[in-house]
């Protein structure tokens, strides 16, 4: 059975979802993004956006028990994609250790209005 998981750190997404859903060890979230959690904007600063995606991504491990390291896969979505080069500074911040890091992939997406970037994740938590 589906457990959905409901994070205070995070901002509510505008539809009636979760921030995340388990199915017994299994972990996928929804969209994460750079949105401040007390304004509900974006800021026009594309770095600022990414770090507290990152943020909100830390926050919704912790959320649902789990570390950096039951991440399996990020999936990451680009409104531009050039812009992942920006991404790199708060991954290696995240995933310090090459030996250690999930798989990773970047999309070109349109995205809500103002938001250059979004993450997703795949998680498998450890008993």
């Not at 921030?19 to 994460?32: D, P, R, T």
């Not at 409104?79 to 990773?104: C, G, M």
């Amino acid at each position: 059975m589906v457990h959905s998981i409901y994070s205070k750190n995070l901002p509510s997404h505008e539809n009636p979802i979760p921030h995340a859903a388990k199915v017994n060890n299994l972990i996928m979230s929804s969209a994460i993004s750079g949105k401040d959690k007390n304004t509900g904007l974006y800021s026009p600063d594309k770095e600022r956006q990414i770090k507290i995606a990152f943020k909100y991504f830390r926050e919704l491990l912790t959320s649902c028990n789990c570390s950096p390291q039951d991440v399996i896969k990020i999936d990451m979505f680009f409104q531009d994609k050039s812009d992942r080069r920006l991404v790199n500074k708060f991954w290696e911040e995240t995933y310090p250790n090459i030996n250690l890091r999930p798989a990773r992939h970047s999309h070109q997406s349109a995205l809500p209005k103002g938001c250059i970037f979004q993450i997703t994740f795949t998680a498998l938590k450890k008993d």
